[in-house]
């Protein structure tokens, strides 16, 4: 691997002389002060843990466990480190920016409002939102991510027999409700144990109600949580659902299937579709500026007012089936009154209220410490815009800085604000669950709540050094960025967070290296780290065309390991590169 060739013509061609994978000069340094005579001995490795690494509980033994582990690549030194056996084990695995992936290390023992929980819309959509197939696949897969909140909207099938999935009203291909079901229980469980929730949009009469709850009794059985009341007044804990299913839908009486389909049909005439994405992704929307501050509030109770107002022929053909609403763990539903009405708290029963992402944000404007309230107690889901056609996704920052624990995304795309999402739900073990901040959670001695609205001064800062990366040259063919040459890589570093402390930043391009070394440091203030997720992507610096992408990954900054830690790039749509990652260094100062 010493020199590659880049054919320029049918008779030139061109030929680079390929890097060796060399420590940094900060390694380097680091180095010579951990070691005795060229050796880092399992002591030396242990202060180097504790000191720079920020991992004060290593022990010796520790310590000598991962010389042990390296004794491969070290055959001539038995009794430690050399330099280039440390810049190998700094690369390893188990030098990851996280914990391992499988620990829970949050109190699961709350209620389930006083978590964020991955959220799925539509997850039965294969594509865009009007004329992709309906499949038990996107369930699968987002299951496999970790997802904990699987949507379904149901309906009768061409028959009326029996019920389907699909976007009602739509070209969408419908899947039947009972291969949807299977494949929830099979794959509920695989990335967590920590309770599922089904969202059922619900579209159906009394007898097709009842179907479903015999189908959903039978399938889920003993896994499936029915309530011994109607009503909680306080919702259980993800620890309590270990490994059990929960139904949340409105109950049968607060349904409305002309009004469901007219917010649709409205959602869809509102304003311009989106257009198409980016090869990467739009850049995740901010929260400054006009996409908040341009709606006008009074709208608001418009949005809200009718949802259940029944007229005189659909309160007739109410008929609520009772095996049906024993089902329902959570429920949801808007009251009468607008937004006032929804956001009330009621001490003796707690509820999920939905509200679609221009209702959050207008209400975010004049009602941001009420909604900050009703999400201590209540669960509240926002879900995107009628007109997200291709099941593109917004800033997920707008619910969670408002406490809304369902945060619901089209996981079946790709684009920088699932990135978002994806990061957030790498922290606590990739269970599904992260405990919200305590500022959410609680109340002043007044009674008084966190403003979402109010400027704070800079808590902490997070300093981060962008060393180099490798493994493109494996993970990628030698043509995939540049006919001409090898590829000019450069790293855009940044903060995903409340709107103070969002920002992004980049390195310089290195010129025709598949391992860039860039030893670039930046600073990013941050006034709450709570709500901070580090962005980290790679791109191929293009003349001529658009830049190509390298690599992307996504983490919560107040899980971030501190010292030097390799960090592992994921494609567009979040799957891992075999052999790509960064070796950054993290320092809370």
Known sequence: MSKQT????????????????????????????????????????????????REEKTSFEEAQGIIDSLKHLTLFHSRGLNLETFFKFL????????????????????????????????????????????????IIQALHRG??????????????????????????????????????????????????????????TPDLQAKVAEMVTQTFGDILFCPSSENFN?????????????I????????????????????????KAEGDEEAWGKEVPSLRGDTISDYKSNEIEDDLNDEDDLD???????????EYRRLIAIHAGKPKGGLEECLKVDPDKVRRLSLSEPQLEKAAITHGKEIIRFTQRNILRVYPKGTRIMSSNYNPLIGWMHGAQMVAFNMQGYGRSLWVMQGMFKANGGCGYVKKPDFLLKSG?????????????????????????????????????????????????????????????????????????????????????????????????????????????CLPVWELRSGIRAVPLYSQKGDKYTNVKLLMRFEFI
């Not at 203030?525 to 191929?540: D, F, K, N, W, Y």
Request: hydrophobic share 30%; net charge negative; glycine share 4%.
């Open 248 to 271: 949340s839908t409105k109950p049968p009486k607060e349904y409305l299937e002309e009004k469901e389909g007219k917010e649709k049909e409205d959602d869809l005439n509102k304003g």
């Open 6 to 53: 880049y054919k320029v013509c049918f008779c030139c061609r061109r030929r680079f002389k390929l890097a060796v994978s060399e420590a940094p000069p900060e390694i380097r340094t680091l180095f010579q002060r951990y070691s005795d005579n060229g050796i880092m001995s399992a002591s030396n490795l242990r202060s180097f843990m504790v000191e720079v690494q």
């Open 312 to 322: 005189e022929s659909e309160k007739s053909r109410q008929n609520p089936s009772d």
């Open 91 to 138: 690369f390893t695995q188990n030098n990851s920016p996280l914990l391992p992936s499988t620990v829970v290390h949050h109190d699961m023992t709350s209620p389930l409002s006083h978590y964020f929980i991955y959220t799925g819309h539509n997850s039965y959509l294969t594509g865009n939102q009007l004329s992709s197939d309906c499949s038990d696949i996107p």
């Open 234 to 246: 306080e919702f259980p804990s993800p620890e309590s659902l270990k490994r059990r299913i929960i």
């Open 445 to 553: 001695s007044n009674n008084e709540v966190f403003d979402p609205r109010v400027e704070l001064p800079v808590k902490i800062t997070l300093k981060v050094t962008v060393y180099m990366g490798e493994g493109w040259y494996y993970d990628f063919k030698h043509t995939h960025f540049d006919q001409f040459s090898p590829p000019d890589f450069y790293t855009r570093v940044g903060i995903a967070g409340v709107p103070n402390d969002t920002m992004m930043k980049k390195t310089k391009a290195v010129e025709d290296n598949w391992l860039p070394s860039w030893n670039e440091v930046f600073e990013f203030p941050l006034s709450i780290p709570e709500l901070a997720l580090l962005r980290v992507e790679v791109h191929e610096y293009d003349m001529s065309e658009k830049d190509d992408f390298g690599g992307q990954t």
């Open 147 to 204: 997802v904990r909140v699987i949507e379904l909207d149901i309906w009768p099938n061409a028959s009326k027999d029996d019920v389907d999935v699909l976007h009602g009203r739509t070209l969408t291909t419908p899947v039947a409700l009972i291969k949807c079901l299977r494949s929830i229980k099979e794959h509920a469980f695989v990335a967590s144990e920590y309770p599922l929730v089904i969202t059922l949009e619900d579209h159906l």
